[in-house]
């Protein structure tokens, strides 16, 4: 089961995730979940259409951590995007959304 399609399988709440692709046939997530404790997980994927995002991905390969290193690593997505398709904006809105779910 995938922890993208499936997240409750693995004991997870997908949050959300932020896309630095253009959109093309192609993906490239940051997603964000939150476990059964209360802990943010956060993985990157990319790839074109046919592969399913995260597919590979375990719950024990997913990144942990508090709010300020999930920050840390999409501040340095952001400022290494390649085309720019994520703005100030979208990254600030959704890292609002991540801070809402971890209150509950």
């Known amino acids: ?3 993208f399609y499936s997240p ?3 004991g997870l709440t997908l949050v959300g995730e932020l896309d630095f692709s ?3 046939y ?5 997603a964000v979940w939150i476990d059964a ?3 943010l997980k956060w993985a990157d994927d990319s790839g074109c259409s046919c592969p399913s995002p ?3 991905h375990t719950p024990e390969s997913l990144e942990h951590g508090p709010v300020d290193r999930l920050r840390e690593h999409l ?3 952001y400022r290494d995007q390649y085309g720019g398709y994520v703005t100030r904006e ?8 991540v801070r809402e779910a971890l209150r509950g």
């Open 90 to 97: 979208a990254l600030e809105r959704f890292m609002t959304t």
């Open 75 to 77: 501040e340095s997505r």
């Open 26 to 30: 192609e993906f490239d997530y940051t």
């Open 8 to 10: 409750e399988d693995h």
């Open 1 to 3: 089961m995938s922890l």
């Open 54 to 56: 995260f597919e590979t």
């Open 22 to 24: 253009s959109g093309s």
């Open 37 to 39: 404790e209360g802990n």
